[in-house]
């Protein structure tokens, strides 16, 4: 799987000014009594041109971290580009920053009232009952049904190009589960793996970190969406063969609250890794379908208090079907006969949702391999 990682394409061209040169109008005028991160973001998410580092003098390798560190953790900054140049003064310290944009600032603002609009489109997917864990694999599901992987030559890496095209890169994904992940109030990161060429994401559910990788989680080979990186913890994810990976503010995912557990045994997979497709939320109960076409549940709200649990539907009665309490959490189990009809025709819902998103994702596959127009990379190597 090619996946671009920013730290690979950083590239700081050095402008040597002794002293710093008069940027005129275009001297970066914010509050510098931010700390220095929130200063630069600031100014980048204001487009400006230059940013006068003053009162926030660095060296070029802490000037790198920074902008390295805000471009990965900051979904916001879709239109800066990973090359950055610089001016600093006679004793080495940066005291200017040039960065270069995809866009114009006008073509900014119109792309952020897309994404806003896009956001909140998204959030009336959100149900009050929903826990943390039912959010994630809400925003999990979401973009593995929505989007396909960047075919080659054509690869997108950030939000907006990802949003706008229905493909992204590693880098694309996990900067889409970010932004959607606190627009409904989640701590989410994203983590890369230089060695891997490869980016994921850390999220915190009930105050524990755990990782999500939905690209890997997206069949390539079928376009089929599977859940076996899903709520994962560092050894778990280990022993799928992943390394080299760090995340900015260093988290280690150490909890197995969502892994399989046999006669005790810790198995370190997960317990969604036989759930194929998205799935139905129906209240503090999600409906599944493994991969055997079996109906499951799953279950992650506050009311299991054992975490994550998948249960298998019981037999079907001598009729062929599912009742409700084979199925459904006790607490919203409903005994009409309306409710009755409805659990037995998910099973078939969920088949039907299943096909369909795999014939859709196997459809954008075929049609982003067509040439474009314009076939412009986001981003300048």
């Known amino acids: 799987m090619k996946c671009r990682i920013l730290s690979f394409f950083i590239c700081l061209t050095v402008i040597f000014n002794w002293p710093l040169p008069c ?15 929130a200063y630069v973001l600031h100014a980048l998410e204001a487009v400006r041109d230059s940013i006068s580092l003053t009162d926030h003098p660095m060296t070029s390798k802490e000037a790198v971290r920074l902008y390295q560190e805000l471009l990965e953790t900051q979904p916001q900054l879709f239109y800066v580009k990973p090359t950055i ?9 940066v005291t200017a920053l040039y960065p270069a944009y995809t866009m114009s600032p006008e073509a900014v603002l119109t792309a952020r009232r897309e994404i806003k609009t896009y956001i909140d489109t998204f959030l009336l997917k959100r149900d009050e009952s929903m826990s943390e864990g039912d959010l994630a694999l809400l925003i999990h599901d979401h973009l593995a049904a929505s989007y396909t992987y960047s075919p080659q030559g054509l690869e997108n890496y950030d939000i ?20 959607l992940g606190r627009s409904m109030d989640l701590e989410v990161d994203m983590v890369t793996s230089l060695p891997m060429d490869h980016a994921w994401n850390h999220v915190k559910i009930d105050g524990v970190y755990y990782h999500v990788d939905v690209t890997r989680d997206l069949s390539q080979e079928n376009g089929l969406l599977t859940h076996g990186r899903f709520l994962l913890s560092d050894l778990a994810l280990e022993r799928l063969g992943y390394h080299g990976y760090t ?3 260093g988290h280690s995912c150490i909890d197995h609250g969502y892994e399989i557990s046999l006669d005790g045994e810790l198995q370190y997979e997960s317990v969604f890794s036989s759930v194929v497709g998205s799935s139905l939320y129906l209240g503090v109960t999600w409906l599944s379908l493994d991969q055997n076409g079996t109906l499951v549940t799953l279950r992650l709200g ?20 599912l009742s409700l309490s084979d ?17 037995n025709t998910l099973r078939q ?10 014939a859709i994702n196997v459809q954008r596959d075929q049609e982003s391999l067509l040439p474009k127009s314009t076939p412009t990379p986001p981003f300048e190597a």
């Not at 506050?302 to 079907?321: F, I, N, Q, V």
């Open 327 to 343: 199925v459904l959490h006790p607490n919203i189990q409903n005994a009409s006969s309306e409710a009755l009809v409805i659990v």
């Open 160 to 179: 907006y190009t990802m949003m706008t095209d229905g493909h992204g890169v590693c880098q694309a994904f996990s900067l889409m589960y970010v932004l």
């Open 349 to 358: 819902a969920l088949v039907e949702q299943a096909l369909v998103e795999q």
């Open 85 to 93: 140049s610089y001016a600093f003064d006679s004793q080495g310290f």
């Open 23 to 37: 940027f005129g109008d275009d001297t970066m005028t914010v509050d510098t009594s931010f700390d220095t991160k």
């Open 247 to 249: 995340c900015h503010d």
């Open 302 to 321: 506050e009311l299991d208090k054992t975490k994550a649990r998948l249960t298998e539907g019981a037999d079907p009665d001598e009729d062929g079907s």
